[in-house]
């Protein structure tokens, strides 16, 4: 679910705000007026500035509200050489995929492409450690592929049927 409504209702409660302090402000009816048209001018702008945000990539740096995340699902990417990697992710306990950037790294976008070819060889995913951690500890690739699934376990066989020869009369 997108976070867009609340949002715009913060905005719209502030630019009320500001606009009810203005109108009781001790000043000139056309400094109110005036204030009063600003605040209303303020919302749609508000609401277009925020709709605009939603289609467009964040930076990993800017993401403070799932910075703990430990691990994400790469669903897709896209290396800019030279400028930036594009990322798709799908994170733990949230509901849609996030579009973020990282900043370019040869050695990242290494790590990306060996990871992507091992997950599509063995038909898994990509996954990414730490996707928002300012840490330049470096010991662990960031991106890996699963490992393929244990292939389940084949029924027991029937009991083995045991035939008897027929003693011969002597």
Do not use: N
């Not at 798709?88 to 996030?98: I, K, Q």
């Amino acid at each position: 679910m997108s976070d867009l409504p609340l949002l715009f209702a913060a905005a719209a409660a502030l630019a009320a705000c500001l606009g009810s302090i203005a109108v009781w402000a001790p000043r000139r009816l056309p400094m109110k007026l005036g204030a009063v048209l600003v605040a209303a001018l303020f919302m749609p702008l508000a609401y277009a500035g925020i709709s605009d945000l939603l289609s467009r990539p964040k930076p990993v740096d800017l993401e403070w509200w799932l910075s703990r995340a430990d691990e994400a699902t790469v669903v897709g990417s896209v290396p800019e050489e030279g400028r930036r990697i594009f990322l798709w992710l799908a994170l733990d306990g949230v509901d849609e995929p996030r579009a973020y950037t990282l900043p370019w790294s040869r050695e990242l976008a290494q790590q990306l492409q060996d990871a992507q070819e091992q997950a599509a060889e063995q038909q898994t995913a990509v996954r990414m450690r730490l996707p928002f951690e300012r840490s330049l500890d470096d010991r662990e690739p960031k991106f890996y592929a699963l490992p393929q699934p244990a292939l389940p376990e084949k029924p027991a066989p029937p009991p083995a049927m045991r035939f008897e020869r027929p003693e011969a009369d002597a």
